[in-house]
């Protein structure tokens, strides 16, 4: 795996599970680092460049995720809201490196363009079929969607700014802290 932001400086980050902002309500990252599988960081890549040619930019949530974090999730998550993150039982693409939750920021002010909802919002307007949002919101969603899946990466079906890498499953399940991967 290689830390994205070594691939290129000018991706945001905003790894919110390294803050207090997120469905957990508390920091369970210790830095704030996204870390990927070589061909998911390049891809991501690729659609960053497409985008600054619009004036916009990739803003990154998540990359790789340990598994302990997946299966603590999974134990804080109601039961009826678990369609949003993963069984532990069978791990999850974030556990190989493989999955990146993203949006997209317009360069000049840094602020994220609108989308149908917010980041880990556990509703229908997170789908990425929601039909309720603003043309607006609709259209930066598809943006997003039709650049990733060009570049080989397949949106979950639950979460507008979850992308899977394809042929995930050729990559193993890691629980590695971000200081014990080496690039």
């Known amino acids: 795996m290689i830390e994205i932001i070594k691939l290129d400086n000018t991706l945001k980050l905003d790894v ?8 957990v309500g508390k920091q369970v990252y210790p830095e704030a680092r996204v870390f990927l599988q ?64 993203l949006s997209i920021f317009d360069l000049k002010t840094g602020i994220d363009l609108p989308m149908p909802s917010d980041f880990d919002e556990f509703t229908e307007r997170a789908s990425p079929d929601y039909t309720g949002g603003t043309e607006e919101e609709t259209e930066n969603r598809e943006l ?12 979950n079906p639950n979460e507008w700014w979850h992308f899977d890498l394809n042929e995930w499953e050729k990559y193993p399940i890691y629980d590695l802290a971000f200081s014990e991967i080496g690039e």
């Open 38 to 101: 070589k061909p998911a960081a390049d891809a991501v890549v690729r659609v960053n460049q497409k985008l600054k040619e619009q004036g916009l930019g990739l803003v990154i949530f998540d990359g790789y995720r340990p598994w302990s974090i997946t299966k603590l999730f999974w134990e804080v998550t109601p039961e009826d809201k678990r369609k949003f993150v993963a069984n532990p039982e069978r791990g999850s693409k974030h556990n190989r490196g493989c999955a990146v939750d």
């Open 144 to 155: 997003l969607r039709r650049l990733m899946e060009a570049e080989g990466f397949t949106v």
């Open 16 to 23: 919110r599970y390294a803050t207090e902002n997120n469905f």
